[in-house]
């Protein structure tokens, strides 16, 4: 690998790694002018760097940079400051997030306390709405794709990995569905492998719900393994009926994540519906659960409780690096922007 790539009149020194997974290696970085009079430009990035090894999936990378650099005027995304093919390799000169990424700081915290997930929620959701806005969407949400820009914040989030993101375009018509079956199973929507073709939306929202779900409650709602998460995802298998949730969470919080892990998409809360929610609303007011809950519990002996606490912070993150599937069933999905 190229210790220092350049291009144009830059040169990237790579100063040490931050994470790696299927996704590719991430690096700390600083970039030097190459005319040294213009020394005094240097910058600390990332350096995301990406295999290539054909042109199918250079044109993926070229995609997956178009798509961040339209997306440089939006708060909460990941700034991308260059992107370049070298050989074999793909390299996204981005900006750097000092806090590192959500799932680190959560498996630090065991899990976040309401008033912060809330805040977090609403960076969020408001960063996809204006995604879904621009007609894009995003289809691998997941705690590590969402970089922390502070070390001293956990909730002022930068949202990275476009790389199964799709821009419908004006070719596409109004029911148009995508095949591509991409995610990361513990944050899957359902809909996305059962091979009916699945609108990107209301995947995207899902994954947020799933999300809330292990922010505010300590553990994934369908758990880890590949395969019961997709069991379990399909029959909307999680409960509310235990710990913290009994006794710590908020009626509101509970019943904005039911409305996002409902298996009809139609069915389920848009952006601009949850941002409006009593939870994410300013005004709302939090309020204590009672032993009498309004949602349906799915029987204990279908819920796995794998916790994040019983598990080893390096098993937990090895297992995510490479849980991410990328299956390709169908060439509509891949367009160019």
């Not at 806090?99 to 498996?107: E, K, T, Y």
């Not at 306390?113 to 806005?133: P, V």
Request: proline share 3%.
């Amino acid at each position: 690998m190229n210790k220092h790539p350049t291009h144009h009149n830059r040169r990237y020194i790579l100063d040490g790694e931050i994470n790696a997974g299927s996704f590719g290696t991430v690096y700390k970085a600083h970039a030097e002018a190459l005319d040294k009079a213009n020394d005094h430009q240097r910058k600390i990035v990332a350096v995301k760097i990406v295999d290539v090894r054909d042109n199918y999936e250079k044109e993926n990378a070229l995609y997956e940079a178009q798509i961040q650099r339209q997306l440089r005027s939006v708060p909460n995304i990941v700034h991308l400051f260059d992107f370049f093919v070298c050989g074999c390799k793909a390299y996204y000169v981005q900006e750097l997030a000092r806090g590192g990424d959500v799932l680190s700081r959560l498996l630090e915290k065991d899990r976040y306390q309401e008033k912060e997930a809330k805040k977090l929620a609403r960076n969020l959701i408001t960063t996809i709405r204006t995604l879904h806005s621009k007609e894009i969407v995003h289809r691998d949400l997941k705690p590590e794709n969402l970089l922390l820009k502070e070390e001293d914040n956990d909730t002022k989030i930068m949202l990275c990995d476009f790389g199964d993101a799709y821009r419908f375009t004006d070719e596409d018509v109004e029911d148009d569905k995508l095949y591509t079956i991409c995610g990361t199973p513990a944050f899957m929507a359902p809909e996305i492998k059962q091979g009916g073709g699945y609108r990107g939306k209301e995947v995207d929202m899902w994954s947020i719900g799933c999300i809330l779900y292990l922010l505010v409650g300590g553990y994934a709602p369908f758990g880890y393994d590949d395969d019961l998460a997709f069991e379990r995802s399909s029959k909307a298998d999680y409960n509310f009926d235990c710990k913290p949730w009994t006794t710590e969470v908020s009626s509101s919080a509970m019943n904005l994540i039911s409305k996002l892990l409902t298996i009809d998409p139609g069915d389920r809360l848009t952006a601009s519906d949850a941002l409006n929610s009593r939870w994410l609303s300013p005004s709302s007011s939090r309020k204590k659960t009672s032993s009498s809950s309004l949602f349906i519990n799915i029987p204990a002996s279908l819920n796995c409780k794998m916790l994040i606490k019983q598990l080893s912070r390096r098993a937990l993150m090895q297992h995510w690096k490479h849980a991410s599937v990328a299956s390709n069933i169908g060439l509509k999905n891949r367009r160019k922007v």
